[in-house]
């Protein structure tokens, strides 16, 4: 049984101090930009882009283009003008800024305990930075980002650390695994009540842990804690309305990731013969989306305790000829079916979610395990995406 452990950076791996570390930052890429825009016409639009990254639960948008569609028309200058200013920024001044952060007692031994067990480490950090930024902050801990499955950044993430999704958003691009998993934080609005909001088990890396936040303790007490804990006890359970739309909400985004290395002639390539092929994987989704997830969301919001059926979309792939589709387009129809299917059913009344129906394939059922089941075809779909991405 292999754990999955997400890091927080910030506070958590890294001693960042922010009421030191953002007047520097603020400050060095003001000095650095000058020559082109006036501070106080940066620093806003760089703090209302931020905010809108915050915000932003559009899974077809990654938070560097919700950003930079705010950003540069804000300040009047094109992305070709500026973009390479800001490269030079984070490749040649963003580091001295490491000045004001320490490395935190005990985040490099948990670290290399972590491999040296074979636990699967990914770095969950805010994606609102640039990914070189992260690479930096990352050594200022004394760590290699190379080492790490994941890390988060604002080129590839859709959501911020606001929203459950995010956390649905790293597990999907780990390849949704279906084994322990835990969320280790120091900030209980942040990082520890969304990561329980999507099912996760959490640890508050803190010396002040309070009841709310669960169990925590100092780095050194997580590792002592783990050598001698039932890792079965940490596996999710995202059977709630939160976790099973941070779920569904999330799939698309997973899927733009997953999908973006994929040349022409990757899509249509299957791992075996008896295998699905990459477009085949997507259309599917699309197809039941459109034809069988919406079809059973309408049928339980409008009639009363309805019977719900399940055509076989098995057969589909072959019937319709999936493999001359266009992947990228039928990705694209898939996210738009999928964002009319949670617009049908984000922010219903708790007692829908325990309307009574009958399905199919599992009988007596009720609205709330519907769903649910959605949200687990789409992560058993995308565990098939991601290990045939890893064959290109």
Same mark, same amino acid.
């Given at each position: 049984m292999t754990l999955t452990l997400l890091l927080d950076l910030d506070d958590t791996l890294l001693d960042t101090n922010m009421g030191a570390f953002i007047p520097a930052y603020f400050q060095a890429l003001s000095k650095h930009l000058a020559q082109y825009v006036q501070p106080e016409k940066m620093l806003p639009a760089l703090m209302q882009g931020t905010q809108l990254m915050l915000a932003s639960d559009d899974p077809a948008r990654t938070l560097q283009e919700v950003f930079e569609a705010y950003f540069y028309p804000k300040l009047g200058i094109p992305k070709e003008q500026?973009?390479?200013v800001l490269e030079k920024f984070y490749d040649e001044v963003f580091p001295s800024i490491g000045a004001v952060t320490t490395k935190r007692e005990g985040a490099v031994e948990l670290v290399d305990w972590a491999f040296a067990r074979g636990y699967r480490v990914a770095v969950a950090?805010?994606?609102?930075?640039p990914l070189k930024a992260v690479h930096h902050r990352i050594r200022w801990a004394g760590l290699d980002p190379g080492r790490f499955e994941l890390i988060s950044s604002f080129e590839t993430f859709h959501f911020s650390k606001s929203h459950p999704a995010y956390f649905a958003e790293v597990l999907g691009r780990l390849g949704w695994p279906n084994e322990p998993v835990l969320m280790v934080g120091n900030d209980i609005e942040r990082d520890?009540?969304?990561?329980?909001?999507?099912?996760?088990?959490?640890? @508050? $890396?803190?010396? @002040?842990?309070?009841p709310e936040a669960g169990r925590g303790g100092t780095l050194s007490d997580l590792r002592s804690w783990l050598e001698s804990a039932d890792l079965a006890s940490l596996e999710p359970s995202m059977q709630t309305p939160s976790a099973i739309l941070a779920v569904m909400s999330s799939t698309p985004a997973v899927l733009q990731s997953l999908v973006a290395p994929?040349?022409?002639?990757?899509w249509p390539r299957k791992p075996t013969a008896d295998e699905w092929a990459l477009v085949e994987v997507i259309c599917h989704l699309r197809d039941t989306e459109r034809e069988i997830h919406q079809m059973q969301v309408n049928t339980m919001l409008e009639e009363s305790e309805p019977f719900i059926p399940r055509p076989d979309s098995s057969v589909w792939a072959k019937e319709r000829n999936y493999l001359e589709e266009d992947g990228f387009a039928a990705l694209r129809e898939f996210t738009s079916a999928r964002a009319a299917t949670l617009a049908r059913i984000k922010g219903l009344?708790?007692?829908?979610?325990?309307?009574?129906?009958?399905? $199919?394939?599992?009988?007596?059922? @009720?609205?709330?395990e519907v769903i649910?089941?959605? $949200?687990?075809h789409d992560r058993m779909h995308i565990q098939q995406a991601w290990n045939i991405v890893k064959t290109f």
């Open positions: 500026l973009n390479p950090t805010d994606p609102l930075f520890l009540k969304p990561a329980q909001s999507l099912g996760l088990k959490t640890y @508050h $890396a803190s010396d @002040h842990s309070t994929a040349s022409d002639s990757c009344d708790d007692a829908v979610w325990k309307l009574k129906a009958r399905h $199919a394939i599992f009988g007596p059922t @009720h609205f709330q649910g089941f959605m $949200a687990e």
